[in-house]
């Protein structure tokens, strides 16, 4: 009977590892902290499960790498964590923080996209935003590879990048940050498309001319009203003589619309001296400049001029726009 006394010493001893394993595992799958201001948290493109443990411990998040990495391959984690940065916490579990890796839970950042920003405008706003470069960004815009990659018509994104209040995570490659944005016009292209084929208006010519509307005016109520002098005026074969598109050709334009400006046969964007449309965009357009280039005001103006005041005064003949410029441009210089 004398056995039964190492046997039991024995079992004593397992039971009381298997107590110690269980309390060491529970306290390192405990929260690090009870209460803890948010930080960002960075998983690189690539790094193993290992790298990204050390990486939690070191930064305070977990109370041992060896209990979070073992964790994650008991739940089938190790290969689902993703890259980017994230918003964690010390008071999170470690398995909620494993958890959101796996989800790519990123953090994003917002940034406003107003109607009517050319492409350029665009890549300061997201590179001031943090998101991108500036100059990848404008890369992808222009390289003319890129439209039908992305399912729109040209040789460059102009006219297709889509204003609106984004939030996107930093990281994202210039590509798939333009990506994002012309998901967005042809969310809105799709509703438009049946109409633009009524017209027989291609993509490109919608979207042209949609931005010279954009440009033109500030008063939304006036959008299908400036789109039906466009439609009237190409229509007739008149120049569209929109000053906007004009300074789009002009390059390092300084704010001051010269006569010579207006007579340049050389800028292919001079609307004063081509006939028709300009080669693309000039900027890019919303969704309510968009729908009134597909459903203008039925009016047979023929020409507009500001008022000063963001809205303009239209007119049906010369003689009626000759008295509008004499009421309410008399000061302006071209």
Known sequence: MSWRGPLLAGLLALVCLGVAAYA????????????????????EPGQPLAAIARNLEAAGLVRRAEGVELLARFRALASQLRSGEY????????????????????????????????????????????????SEFL?????????????VEGESLEGYLFPETY??????????VARVLVDQF??????????????????????TLASIVEKETGAPE?????????HNRLDRNMRLESDPTTIYGIPDFDGNLRRRDLEDGGNPYNTYRIQGLPPGPIANPGAEALRAV??????????????????????????????????????RVR
């Not at 890369?139 to 399912?151: I, S, T």
């Not at 020409?303 to 509008?324: L, P």
């Open 24 to 43: 060491g595992a529970r306290w390192a799958l405990a929260p690090a902290a009870t209460d803890a201001p948010d930080v960002l948290f960075v998983v």
């Open 87 to 134: 918003r964690l916490n010390a008071a999170m579990p470690p398995g909620e923080i494993l958890a959101r890796i796996a989800r790519g839970q990123v953090e994003t950042y917002p940034v406003v996209l107003p109607e009517g920003l050319r492409a350029t405008e665009i890549g300061r706003r997201l590179e001031s935003a943090g998101l991108v470069d500036a």
């Open 139 to 151: 890369a992808v815009v222009f390289d003319p590879a890129v439209p039908a990659e992305l399912g």
């Open 167 to 176: 939030r996107m995570p930093k990281g994202l490659p210039a590509k798939e």
């Open 186 to 207: 042809l969310e809105q292209w799709r509703k438009i498309a049946p109409l633009a084929a009524r017209h027989d208006y291609s993509m490109r010519d919608v979207v």
């Open 222 to 230: 006036e959008r299908p009203l400036i789109a039906s002098v466009f």
């Open 294 to 331: 597909v459903e203008p005001a039925d009016s047979n103006y023929l020409y507009f001029v500001s008022k000063n005041d963001g809205t303009h005064t239209f007119s049906r003949t010369y003689s009626e726009h000759v008295n509008a410029v004499n009421r309410y441009q008399r000061s």
